[in-house]
């Protein structure tokens, strides 16, 4: 029983190999393509501070490349803790949000466009969704595994 408690569904960790690409390919967007992606797709004003801007973002891509390379081979290699990962990703990300939150409450709002934020959105919920159904399909089978037992 112990074991089924440690094995992640399939979809759970088929989910996180896809999320480490589409990393990989946020770690492109804000590495290689870095100005286009500043300001095409964020909408960073780049008359002011933007070698600053520029190496902040492209320091996130540094993030997103270890996270991608990271995920894919938590699917392959590790799928027992592919649950544990999905579940951290969005508490991450909104603890990040409220820690951004109260340290810039005190400057103007920003002017950017933040254009890859709608990629986001689904990318979190999506973690949601399948932390949640990773739990309840593990729960079903430790539940159904015990009643076999007996």
Avoid at 35 to 42: G, K, L, M, Q, S
Avoid at 46 to 54: F, G, P, S
Avoid at 66 to 90: D, H, N, Q, W
Wanted: contains cysteine; aromatic residues 10%.
């Amino acid at each position: 029983m112990d074991k089924l408690k440690k094995q992640a569904p399939k979809f759970v960790w088929i989910v996180l190999i896809m999320l480490g690409c589409i990393d990989l390919f946020r770690g492109f967007m804000h590495t290689v393509l870095l100005e286009h992606a500043a300001f095409n797709i964020a909408g960073l004003d780049l008359t002011n501070a933007a070698a600053d801007q520029l190496r902040l973002l492209g320091t996130f891509g540094i993030s997103n490349w270890i996270t991608g390379v990271t995920f894919i081979l938590i699917g392959l290699k590790a799928k027992e803790l592919s649950i544990y990962i999905i579940g951290l990703i969005p508490v991450a990300y909104i603890l990040s949000g409220v820690a951004m939150s109260i340290n810039t409450a005190s400057y103007t709002g920003t002017q950017a466009d933040w254009g890859g934020l709608m990629l986001m959105i689904p990318y979190i919920s999506i973690c949601v969704i399948t932390f949640v159904a990773g739990l309840i399909v593990m729960n079903k089978k430790v539940n159904r595994n015990i009643w076999r037992r007996r």
